[in-house]
């Protein structure tokens, strides 16, 4: 049977970084499907289903930040975006959008074919240590099952972006022990200790769990801050186990 090829859709404006990115990301085996703007990029991502978005920031009718937006109000696709901007806070706002990552132009293609690897690595199932066997972990109203990588508050399924996954279930892999801001970049994002990135990654990412898990999210009880080194999953207590 043939393997299924992922499919990448790359959005900018500018032709030689599209022409660029569609050769090198078709030599190493993706599909590369292109769009120049916002508005031809929506189009583009209803009609060819792709597995992963490239998005560029800056863009004529529709900026990136638009499309991001509207992406995430119908699909959780791993976005990585593209951005020139120099101020770290307008970075962030993709971020906050729902982005999953961003790489900072000028870029290396090297840089972004690893960024993402590293994205669709991560929102594929995986195995995490300290996971029940069914797979299902119940906190209090918080229901997530890592086998079918879903979570339900009551019983109503929130929606989280393959990366918010990914944090959750390392968080919860090892509940009541902190990782550090530097660790989670390792484990969730790929980024190996040599690359200095702004660790706001983590904090735009624990902030969007919170909001969409916690009752009060400005006074989280189950993602919660340790102090001076990063973050932690309130501890587990297993049935039966003493608390």
């Not at 508050?153 to 393959?162: A, C, F, P, S």
Request: proline share 5%.
């Amino acid at each position: 049977m043939e393997n299924h090829k992922e499919k990448i859709l790359v959005v900018d404006d500018e032709a030689s970084i599209r022409r660029i990115l569609e050769t090198r990301l078709s030599m190493i085996g993706y599909d590369v499907v292109t769009a120049a703007d916002g508005e031809e990029a929506l189009d583009t991502f209803r009609n060819a289903d792709p597995d992963l978005v490239v998005l560029d920031v800056m863009m004529p009718k529709l900026d990136g930040y638009g499309v991001c937006q509207e992406l995430r109000k119908e699909s959780d696709i791993p976005i990585i975006m593209l951005t020139a901007l120099g101020d770290v806070a307008d970075r962030i706002t993709g971020l906050e959008l729902g982005a999953d990552d961003y790489v900072v132009k000028p870029f290396s293609p090297k840089e972004l074919e690893a960024r993402i690897r590293s994205v669709l690595r991560r929102v594929e199932k995986n195995e995490a240590n300290g996971i029940p066997s069914s797979g299902v972990i119940q906190v209090s109203t918080i229901r997530i099952d890592t086998n079918k990588r879903q979570v339900y508050k009551g019983d109503e399924r929130i929606r989280l972006t393959g990366m918010e996954f990914s944090l959750l279930e390392l968080l919860v892999s090892r509940s009541g022990e902190p990782f550090s801001r530097s660790e989670i970049l390792q484990e969730v994002w790929g980024y190996t200790p040599e690359r200095h990135v702004d660790t706001r990654v983590v904090d735009v990412h624990i902030s969007r769990l919170r909001a969409k898990l916690e009752e009060d999210p400005s006074n989280p009880e189950l993602i919660l801050t340790a102090r001076g080194t990063g973050y932690l999953f309130q501890r587990i207590i297993e049935p039966g186990e003493v608390g």
